[in-house]
């Protein structure tokens, strides 16, 4: 590749695209919402927000100075990161806590990058991230899982039009953050019956003496704000 080449993809990359119109914004929301609230779609959704979730674990792991084994992801859309380390302190906090605020802020800093006409580097950035996710996964569902994401991202961001990879771009941050809520008040509800008694809330309860319903509060804050910020940002008001 000569340098006139290089200068191109570098261009393409991190130039900036044309923010769409303001109802393809809409119509991507309303396709967010569509495949969050019904049920139906949501146990099929769901998958793309574990991804989320559990790369959320794996990335602050090694953030932090932990050493990840592995990312399990299963067709009961739960999963698995496993890490080790010191099994006490801020790194080992800082992971739990992030499973359930990673989808919410990710979708947040999607948003940014959207509002600053970054198209095509949210694309890359995202296949970039499940390549490295794909190399920790330990199991054949995972795996699947998260060629077939990886995959989409890389085909609409090479082989389709700006304004279609406008419209996923966007489609894809509304649901992160729309779907990075609904995990939370799943969470709360099965706690309230009793159920999930090894939940990340109830891990970091353990690790902090501060009682699982305040972090369960946070993952809440986290989420929701992330919600209200980056669809501003979205909508542009």
Not at 40 to 64: D, K, M, P
Not at 100 to 120: F, M
Not at 154 to 169: D, E, G, K, M, N
Request: glycine share 10%.
């Amino acid at each position: 590749m000569d340098s006139n080449e290089l200068g191109a993809l570098w261009d393409r990359v991190f130039g900036t695209q044309p923010a769409p119109e303001q109802w393809l914004v809409v119509v991507t929301a309303t396709a967010a919402l569509i495949a969050v609230v019904p049920n139906v779609l949501w146990r099929l959704t769901r998958n793309s927000i574990t991804i989320a979730h559990e790369g959320g674990h794996g990335l602050i792991a090694l953030c932090t100075g932990r050493k990840l084994s592995g990312i399990r992801l299963h067709s009961d859309t739960s999963g698995l990161t496993v890490s080790r380390g010191k099994p006490t302190g801020m790194g080992m906090i800082l992971t739990a806590a992030a499973g359930y605020t990673a989808p919410s802020l990710l979708g947040l800093g999607g948003a940014w990058l959207l509002t600053n006409g970054r198209i095509t580097l949210l694309l890359w950035l995202a296949t970039a991230l499940l390549a490295v996710m794909l190399v920790m996964i330990r199991n054949l569902f995972g795996a699947l899982t998260v060629i077939f994401t990886g995959s989409l991202f890389l085909l609409v961001s090479w082989l389709t039009s700006a304004a279609v990879q406008s419209a996923f771009a966007y489609a894809v941050v509304w649901f992160l953050l729309m779907g990075g809520v609904r995990p939370v008040f799943e969470l709360q509800s099965k706690r309230r019956h009793g159920g999930a008694p090894d939940s990340d809330a109830d891990q970091l309860a353990r690790l902090t003496d501060a009682p699982a319903w305040l972090w369960l509060f946070l993952f809440h804050a986290v989420s929701l704000c992330s919600l209200i910020g980056g669809g501003r940002w979205l909508l542009g008001v």
